[in-house]
């Protein structure tokens, strides 16, 4: 009962100083994201004089940035403490959303956008790594979906903030309203990464965090697999040797990959070019209404989903649920003449392609952390978010234009394709589950029998 009520009483207090502050960060990250489209139609377009496919090229300047900062990232943590370097990255793109409002130029503003997407991409994988540092296996999927529900909250409610923002600010000052949008909002995070280097935890081994006992530090430890003591090892010859000879970043970046690909009817705004093509039906608030539905949806499935593979302990269920939903999204929305009840509910029910994340993030976490290898993890968990934002700078442009709408034939014909991928994945990712086990089950035995023989001698 006691090592029990220690438990309780650690994973409380990683909640309220890992999660909470995660959340809190993610929520930000996607109000930056809003800030800079809502601040586009609201004067910076006729302020800097942007013409073209110039607003294309900022938001592609800010993905570069996410792709590139994505490797730097996952070594950086190794040698720089976590509880330092994600809250410093914090600050930093709080800063730098804020010298949006300062910039004069397209060119200026390009390049603060490359630096934007370059510290914002710590955060993801960052915290996806600092769950698996301090969470067991059956701790981490519920945690992951609620963390990844939080930016679809964001989603919900940036864009009302934003306006407000700017309606509310604009000629009310020598600044213009969109101005004060990444005042506010690059503002709104400064305080969130104060508290983080205060009181973000680094990892149980080296941590000193106030409010953590040492029995509680001990225990944190003693309830994880063991990690290797070169795991934090990142020069590069060793460091690819495990990599690659490893079949774990091949299948789970493929994996991620796949399960990225599976989301793409929500990740697309569909929903909202299918509303537009179609606006006649529709009142005038609906297009600013009617897509909260979906991110609803998204937001329930994903923490029911990291709540029953917790629970469970099985993951199949959920894949199987996720990719038959899926599925019959496709197959309705693929009928030419789906009635518009019908084609809501077909949106609605994608937002259900969300159920991956908790699969994808919450799995690798607890494959990877079973080899006590940090270093690898790291770099893994962040290669899985790379690859995504890699997928989305052709994938949306082959499959999804807007040009297509309202009717995106060869999209949902992929939607098909890639549910049967997803299902063939799992199984090679189900593999790997039970070879990281096995694994781990022998290196523990040999342990065993070496502390067994040195007491005996």
Not at 62 to 86: D, E, N, S
Not at 297 to 302: A, D, F, K, P, R
Request: hydrophobic share 50%; glycine share 8%; proline share 4%.
């Amino acid at each position: 009962m006691a090592g029990l009520s220690v438990e309780r009483r650690l994973v409380r207090k990683l909640d309220c100083f890992i999660l909470v502050y995660c959340c809190a960060a993610y929520f930000f990250n996607y109000l930056d994201r809003s800030a800079f489209a809502n601040a586009y139609v609201s004067g910076l377009k006729e302020s800097l004089r942007l013409e073209g496919n110039q607003y294309s090229i900022l938001v592609a300047m800010f993905t570069a940035g996410a792709c590139v900062g994505q490797i730097p990232h996952a070594l950086i943590i190794q040698k720089v403490a976590p509880r330092f370097w994600l809250p410093f990255t914090l600050l930093v793109w709080s800063g730098l959303t804020i010298c949006c409002a300062a910039c004069k130029t397209y060119e200026q503003l390009c390049a603060v956008r490359f630096f934007q997407g370059f510290f914002e991409s710590s955060l993801y994988s960052g915290t996806i790594y600092i769950l698996g540092s301090w969470y067991k296996p059956l701790e981490i999927a519920k945690r992951t979906a609620i963390f990844t529900a939080v930016g679809q909250i964001g989603s919900m409610f940036a864009g009302v903030m934003m306006t407000a923002m700017n309606q509310g600010l604009h000629d009310q000052t020598a600044l213009a309203g969109w101005q004060w949008v990444f005042i506010i909002n690059g503002a709104m995070g400064i305080p969130f990464g104060i508290f983080g280097l205060a009181f973000f935890p680094n990892l149980p081994e080296s941590t000193n965090a106030p409010y953590l006992s040492k029995e509680e530090i001990q225990f944190a430890i003693d309830r994880l697999p063991p990690k290797k003591n070169w795991g934090h090892d990142i020069s590069i010859k060793s460091l690819c040797k495990r990599l690659f000879v490893s079949p774990n970043l091949y299948i789970l970046t493929l994996y991620s990959i796949i399960g990225c690909a599976l989301e793409a009817i929500v990740l697309q705004g569909l929903f909202l070019l299918w509303m537009k093509a179609n606006i006649e039906k529709f009142p005038s608030y609906a297009t600013t209404t009617y897509p909260l539905g979906i991110q609803a949806v998204s937001i329930v499935s994903n923490i029911g989903a990291g709540y029953v593979i917790d629970m469970t302990n099985r993951r199949i269920p959920m894949v199987i649920l996720a990719g038959t939903l899926q599925l019959l999204v496709a197959i309705l929305l693929l009928i030419p003449n789906l009635s518009t009840a019908g084609t809501f509910f077909a949106f609605y029910l994608a937002g259900t392609s969300y159920i991956v994340n908790p699969i994808l993030y919450g799995w690798a976490s607890v494959i990877c952390q079973r080899g006590g290898d940090d270093a690898s993890r790291s770099v893994i968990l962040y290669v899985m978010s790379m690859v995504q934002s890699i997928l989305y700078t052709f994938w949306g442009i082959a499959l999804y234009p807007a040009t297509d709408a309202p009717y995106w034939q060869k999209g949902y014909i992929t939607i098909i394709v890639v549910v049967f991928a997803f299902f063939a994945c799992t199984a090679a990712v189900q593999w790997l589950d039970k070879k990281s086990q096995q694994a781990a089950s022998e290196e523990q035995e040999q342990v065993t029998n070496v502390s067994e023989a040195s007491g005996l001698g």
